[in-house]
């Protein structure tokens, strides 16, 4: 494992695999523990909240890798109902994203710039990690389409999102962006001039597109 105080995925290592039970715990404790700052007389309230969440929400487990991506959704749930009625929806949404966002922000960044920097080819590394997540991570709760696959071009597509579906069954689609900008924690890492491809994502789900296209692309040069 790596050694790097940072990298608390093990991105760094070129070997990387996900472990949803490890990842999951990691962004939650972050997330209830940022919010403890500000709000921690309703933190526990949030916790029993969120446990009667997954409960009634069993039914949308579909896979192993589904059951870690309900848990972590609904966590979001769990806090926006409490905080709501104090905040306000804005404030909420916003509370909400920067308490889910930042806490492993820098360790996703850092983590991912040592992976690419170290790699042979930066290109080849992160798409398999992408592969490797869509897999292990994501699993039969998204519908990933590929219509580019090649050395030079790595676009998938992703034509259902879980994390939309439980926030939608759950009264919470307003939500959804916050899960899209977490993407933006590794997405930073990537410099085309020093790594030699190039990240876009025009839109997502959560932005009121039809689909997220995901798409790594080699530099011309």
Do not use: K, Q
């Given at each position: 494992m790596s050694t790097d105080q940072y990298d608390q995925f093990g991105l760094s290592d070129g070997d990387y695999v996900p472990d949803p039970d490890r990842d999951t715990a990691l962004l939650l404790d972050g997330?209830?523990?940022?919010?403890a700052r500000e709000h921690g007389d309703l933190v526990a309230a949030m916790r029993a909240r969120h446990e009667e969440l997954e409960a009634a929400n069993r039914h949308l487990i579909v896979d192993e890798p589904a059951r870690h991506n309900l848990r972590m959704t609904?966590?979001?749930?769990?806090?926006?109902?409490?905080?709501?009625?104090?905040?306000?929806?804005?404030?909420?949404?916003?509370?909400?994203?920067?308490?889910?966002v930042e806490p492993l922000g820098e360790a996703t960044r850092q983590g991912t710039l040592a992976m690419l920097d170290a790699a042979p080819d930066p290109f080849l590394a992160l798409v398999a990690v992408s592969k490797s997540r869509e897999e292990h991570a994501f699993g039969k709760g998204f519908v990933f389409e590929r219509p580019v696959d090649d050395e030079r071009r790595y676009h998938v597509d992703v034509?259902?999102?879980?994390?939309?579906?439980?926030?939608?069954?759950?009264g919470a689609p307003e939500l959804t962006p916050v899960m899209c900008a977490f993407d933006a924690n590794w997405i930073e890492a990537i410099e085309p001039?020093?790594?030699?491809?190039?990240f876009e994502r025009r839109t997502t789900i959560g932005l009121g597109g039809s689909y997220c296209p995901f798409h790594f692309t080699r530099n011309q040069d």
């Open positions: 997330f209830y523990d940022h919010l609904l966590a979001l749930v769990a806090a926006y109902e409490l905080l709501l009625p104090r905040l306000g929806r804005p404030a909420t949404i916003e509370a909400v994203r920067v308490a889910f034509r259902r999102c879980f994390y939309h579906d439980v926030l939608a069954a759950n001039d020093r790594h030699g491809f190039a």
